[in-house]
Each structure stands twice: as structure tokens, then as C-alpha cells.
């Protein structure tokens, strides 16, 4: 089946610092891929749907200077969290649909465990 | 834009027995619902989807129902096994070049030997 990796999957960082986190889509190539957050005990927030070679479309209530978006190829996004806050603090989960495919199977990462101290 | 409501948020079966799971929407132009499973720290897997055209689909011990007049829909377990604990989210989507999922609030299900 199809691979979104994620990397890295845990992440300490001082407030004020910026992190990276990428998705892969390992055996396909992705059009869109998302961007969500998942608080514990919670369901899965979408942030953002990241477009290939296009501006990322965030969701209502999500900062896009905060959060932003780069989606610069066929398999690969990034998710930059600026001036990272403790309240920023979360489990970040990409997921990946497959260019072409008739269903709208997404795929997912591993997730990224940001914690800010 | 669509809201998905998911009931019971938690449950617990006896080994062996069944186990249900439901979901509402509410955008009349959604056609697809999948249903992901979530382990603790783990990333959500597709275990069953169903598609507007089709009432009901099983996949084993997995079924899922589709009543789009309504517009509920519900997963069932059979024959409950102690490795079908987890998060169970149920989602909704219109196909279309957007394909944006919108995810229940999940089912912690529990399943005691």
C-alpha cells in the first residue's frame, strides 16, 4: 500500500525557536496534502490542504503566518512552525491522497510530536 | 461546511461480542466515508470505506451501513478480539479535486478478555 513518512517524529524545542516537519509520499505522488492536529483524547483537526505548486488553503481559525505551508513537489510538504509557543505544543499528523486516484484514501504519517517548552 | 458527529465516544464489549459505531453528517453532497483506526501514539488506518452509491459493505468482521436519506452511517464489529481496541474515527467527503476529509470525534472502543 501507499508510504507518507514523516519525519522527525518528536520534537523538543525552546519557545521562540522554529521546527520543521516534512511529509513524504514514499511510492506515489501526491497533489494535495493535508496537515492536522490532534490533541489528546481528540479527533484529527485539519489545519491546511497543501496544493502542489500552489498557496496552501488553511482552514478557518489556523494562522498561515504561523503555520506555513510549502508543498514544493510531487511528494514532499513541510509544515514550519514559527516562534513555536508551549501552546503549540501538539501531535502534527500529514496525510497524503494519491494524484489520480477515484477515491479520496488518504494516507497518513506517522506524526510528529512537537513539544515546546 | 460539513459536520460529522460520532456516538458513543466510548465503549466497552465483552470479547466475542459486537460492537457499533455511528456517525451523522451533515452536507448532502458528501459520497464517501471512510473509517480510519487509531492505536495509542500510532498513525490512523483505513480499515473500511463506503461510497454513496453502495448501502452496505464487509470486510470480514468489518460491515459498514449507509443510509445517505438520513445521512447516518455505521460501523459494526463482529466477534470482537482484544487487538480491535483502539480509536475509531469515522469521516466524510465529496469527491472532486478538493477531496478535504472531515473526521468524527472518534470512538475509544475497549474490548475486555
Known amino acids: 500500500g501507499a508510504v507518507v513518512s514523516q519525519h522527525p517524529s518528536r520534537v523538543i524545542c525552546k519557545s521562540g525557536t522554529s521546527v520543521k516537519i516534512e511529509c513524504r509520499s514514499l511510492?506515489?505522488?501526491?497533489?494535495?496534502m493535508f496537515w492536522y492536529r490532534q490533541f489528546p483524547k481528540q479527533s484529527l483537526m485539519l489545519m491546511a490542504t497543501?496544493?502542489?505548486?500552489?498557496?496552501?488553503?488553511?482552514e478557518q481559525g489556523v494562522e498561515k503566518d504561523k503555520f506555513l505551508i510549502n508543498h514544493a513537489s510531487l511528494t514532499l510538504s513541510t509544515l514550519t512552525v514559527t516562534s513555536a509557543h508551549p501552546e503549540d505544543s501538539s501531535f502534527y499528523i500529514c496525510s497524503a491522497t494519491e494524484q489520480g486516484s477515484a477515491k479520496n484514501i488518504q494516507y497518513f504519517g506517522a506524526g510528529t510530536r512537537l513539544s515546546v517548552l | 461546511g460539513e459536520n460529522v458527529e460520532q456516538h458513543p465516544s466510548t465503549l466497552s464489549v465483552q470479547e466475542g461480542d459486537s460492537a457499533v459505531i455511528k456517525c451523522t453528517y451533515s452536507?448532502?453532497?458528501?459520497?464517501?466515508f471512510p473509517w480510519y483506526k487509531q492505536e495509542l501514539g500510532k498513525r490512523p488506518q483505513l480499515i473500511i470505506d463506503i461510497r454513496s452509491n453502495v448501502g452496505e459493505k464487509k470486510d470480514q468482521r468489518i460491515a459498514v451501513t449507509l443510509n445517505k436519506t438520513a445521512k447516518h452511517f455505521s460501523l459494526h464489529i463482529t466477534e470482537t478480539q482484544p487487538e480491535d481496541s483502539a480509536v475509531y474515527f469515522c469521516?466524510?467527503?465529496?469527491?472532486?479535486?478538493?477531496?478535504?476529509?472531515?473526521f468524527g470525534t472518534g470512538t475509544k472502543l475497549q474490548v475486555i478478555p
Open positions: 497543501s496544493n502542489e505548486g500552489s498557496k496552501a488553503t488553511y
Open positions: 511510492d506515489f505522488q501526491a497533489t494535495t
Open positions: 452536507d448532502s453532497a458528501s459520497n464517501y
Open positions: 469521516a466524510a467527503s465529496s469527491s472532486g479535486g478538493y477531496q478535504k476529509v472531515t
